[in-house]
């Protein structure tokens, strides 16, 4: 590991130490960040805040900075970020590099929608400075490195356009659902009123029998103009952590029906308006501290595909049923639908369709021939994986998924190599 602590450092260390892969947080769950026996670059420590524009709401940063300090330092001030995923431990960089998406895909895009320019460092000590209003040129850096996996440089600034909020809470509904029309009825109906929309599914079913939406809008005060029966829930504080490693996964055959059964009834008695602040409706998995050890030494596979919405109800349908007849998976099903407009960056994940995601306890080649099952359903529905959350797609369907590959190449740093790019890309 090799920490790169200023912009100013970058060139050198770069050029001293390349080939290498520049790492984050390492919330990634799959082999993006990875490379086995040869340097990771750690920009953790560059993590000023360098600049805030209060009229524009441009916030410059270096590519440490934690989303989780962005969002608690400025939701106070009115402010937070546009885009975030599921974890708030994870870097800008990070973000960029995977160009996440969070909840509200619909009205606010991905990460990459809200970045003005980018600041990266070649290993050959050449300065990119990238931008989605710049020239032709600048345009192509932008969109090679948003979703660029880290391959095109190392960054080493960026700015983000912040968004204006009435304060760090939310009015939040669950709403169960009996079926997957149902399902599509229900989060087409919310995206018109509510930013936040996704649904917990049951992934026992078979035919995603059962399920909850979730949807929320950002509201000034958790004491104003409130349901009368609505119930606040706050920030957790501390947190728990997970205490050991079993010595086998807790979630398997004999316990994912009962757990999923237990959550969905949870869920459904607590149905109904809540005030929400935004910890637990962005981030429920961060108040269990490493909450990945329940899956047992062997770890666990996530599996993440988008669809297109025109094959959506029934790939998801063929998905579920396969995940079924397999006694594999776990409770943390999401199924949420993307909204229509096209990402910026060339090998970034969000489409417009409907995105699966499913854990899967690995249990070696029986998980593995069983997501071989599903990268077909994917295939034959023209979806794609989420390469953040990939450590052993087939390159046929990472080819046919990502339409803008050859393009992405041009802009690669000969100095960078990652053990997915060596998989995926060949080198
Ligand atoms: C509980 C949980 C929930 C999640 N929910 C979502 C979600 O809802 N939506 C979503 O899109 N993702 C989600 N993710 C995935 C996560 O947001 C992404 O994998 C994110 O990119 C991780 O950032 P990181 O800082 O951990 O980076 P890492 O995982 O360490 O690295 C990610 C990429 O960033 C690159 N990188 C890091 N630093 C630099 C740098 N300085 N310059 C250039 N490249 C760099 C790395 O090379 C790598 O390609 C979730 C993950 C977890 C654990």
């Given at each position: 590991m090799v920490p790169i602590t200023s912009a100013a450092a970058a060139p050198a260390v770069l050029r001293a130490t390349a080939p290498g892969i520049a790492r984050g947080m390492e919330r990634s769950y799959g082999d993006v960040a990875l490379n086995a026996g040869g340097t990771l670059w750690d920009t953790r420590s560059m993590n000023r805040l360098v600049s805030f524009d209060t009229v524009t709401g441009i916030l410059t940063v270096e590519p440490g900075v934690l989303l989780r300090d962005i969002q608690a330092t400025f939701s106070r001030q009115g402010w937070m970020l546009a885009v975030t995923p599921g974890t708030e431990a994870v870097t800008v960089a990070g973000a960029i590099a995977n160009d996440v998406h969070g909840k509200n895909h619909a009205t606010m895009g991905t990460f990459a929608d809200h970045v003005t320019s980018l600041t990266l460092v070649r290993t050959d000590g050449e300065i990119v400075e990238c931008g989605p209003d710049g020239d032709g040129e600048s345009r192509g850096w932008f969109e090679a490195t948003c979703g660029g996996l880290g391959l095109t440089g190392l960054i080493v600034q960026a700015s983000i356009r912040l968004k204006r909020v009435p304060g760090p809470w939310l009015l939040a509904e669950d709403i169960p659902y009996q079926s997957l029309s149902e399902f599509f009825e229900l989060s087409d109906s919310s995206e018109a009123s509510f930013e936040h929309v996704v649904s917990w599914i049951d992934i026992t079913t078979g035919g995603g029998r059962r399920g909850i939406v979730s949807r929320a809008n950002s509201i000034p005060s958790p004491h104003r103009d409130l349901p009368a029966s609505a119930t606040v829930l706050g920030a957790a504080r501390g947190g728990i952590t997970f205490p050991v490693v079993p010595p086998v996964s807790l979630v398997n055959s004999l316990t994912l029906p009962l757990l999923n059964r237990a959550y969905y009834r949870l869920k459904?008695?607590?149905?109904?308006?809540?005030?929400?602040?935004?910890?637990?409706?962005?981030?429920?998995?961060?108040?269990?501290?490493?909450?990945?050890?329940?899956?047992?030494?062997?770890?666990?596979?996530q599996y993440q595909c988008v669809l297109p919405r025109e094959n959506g109800l029934e790939g998801v349908r063929e998905i579920l049923a396969i995940v079924a007849r397999s006694s594999q998976g776990s409770f943390l099903g999401v199924l949420k639908t993307l909204g229509e407009r096209e990402p910026i960056g060339m090998l970034s994940f969000a489409r417009p369709g409907v995105n699966l995601t499913i854990d899967f306890p690995n249990l070696g080649q029986s998980t593995l021939s069983l997501l071989s099952s599903l990268d077909s359903v994917v295939a034959a529905h023209g979806g794609r994986l989420y390469l953040a959350k990939d450590a052993r797609m087939p390159v046929s369907l990472f080819e046919a998924g990502y339409p803008r590959i050859e393009e992405f190449v041009t802009y690669r740093d000969p100095g960078i190599s990652s053990e997915m790019s060596r998989r995926l890309l060949g080198s």
């Amino acid at each position: 590991m090799v920490p790169i602590t200023s912009a100013a450092a970058a060139p050198a260390v770069l050029r001293a130490t390349a080939p290498g892969i520049a790492r984050g947080m390492e919330r990634s769950y799959g082999d993006v960040a990875l490379n086995a026996g040869g340097t990771l670059w750690d920009t953790r420590s560059m993590n000023r805040l360098v600049s805030f524009d209060t009229v524009t709401g441009i916030l410059t940063v270096e590519p440490g900075v934690l989303l989780r300090d962005i969002q608690a330092t400025f939701s106070r001030q009115g402010w937070m970020l546009a885009v975030t995923p599921g974890t708030e431990a994870v870097t800008v960089a990070g973000a960029i590099a995977n160009d996440v998406h969070g909840k509200n895909h619909a009205t606010m895009g991905t990460f990459a929608d809200h970045v003005t320019s980018l600041t990266l460092v070649r290993t050959d000590g050449e300065i990119v400075e990238c931008g989605p209003d710049g020239d032709g040129e600048s345009r192509g850096w932008f969109e090679a490195t948003c979703g660029g996996l880290g391959l095109t440089g190392l960054i080493v600034q960026a700015s983000i356009r912040l968004k204006r909020v009435p304060g760090p809470w939310l009015l939040a509904e669950d709403i169960p659902y009996q079926s997957l029309s149902e399902f599509f009825e229900l989060s087409d109906s919310s995206e018109a009123s509510f930013e936040h929309v996704v649904s917990w599914i049951d992934i026992t079913t078979g035919g995603g029998r059962r399920g909850i939406v979730s949807r929320a809008n950002s509201i000034p005060s958790p004491h104003r103009d409130l349901p009368a029966s609505a119930t606040v829930l706050g920030a957790a504080r501390g947190g728990i952590t997970f205490p050991v490693v079993p010595p086998v996964s807790l979630v398997n055959s004999l316990t994912l029906p009962l757990l999923n059964r237990a959550y969905y009834r949870l869920k459904r008695a607590g149905a109904g308006a809540k005030v929400v602040h935004y910890k637990p409706f962005f981030y429920p998995l961060d108040a269990i501290g490493d909450w990945n050890r329940a899956y047992g030494p062997q770890g666990f596979y996530q599996y993440q595909c988008v669809l297109p919405r025109e094959n959506g109800l029934e790939g998801v349908r063929e998905i579920l049923a396969i995940v079924a007849r397999s006694s594999q998976g776990s409770f943390l099903g999401v199924l949420k639908t993307l909204g229509e407009r096209e990402p910026i960056g060339m090998l970034s994940f969000a489409r417009p369709g409907v995105n699966l995601t499913i854990d899967f306890p690995n249990l070696g080649q029986s998980t593995l021939s069983l997501l071989s099952s599903l990268d077909s359903v994917v295939a034959a529905h023209g979806g794609r994986l989420y390469l953040a959350k990939d450590a052993r797609m087939p390159v046929s369907l990472f080819e046919a998924g990502y339409p803008r590959i050859e393009e992405f190449v041009t802009y690669r740093d000969p100095g960078i190599s990652s053990e997915m790019s060596r998989r995926l890309l060949g080198s």
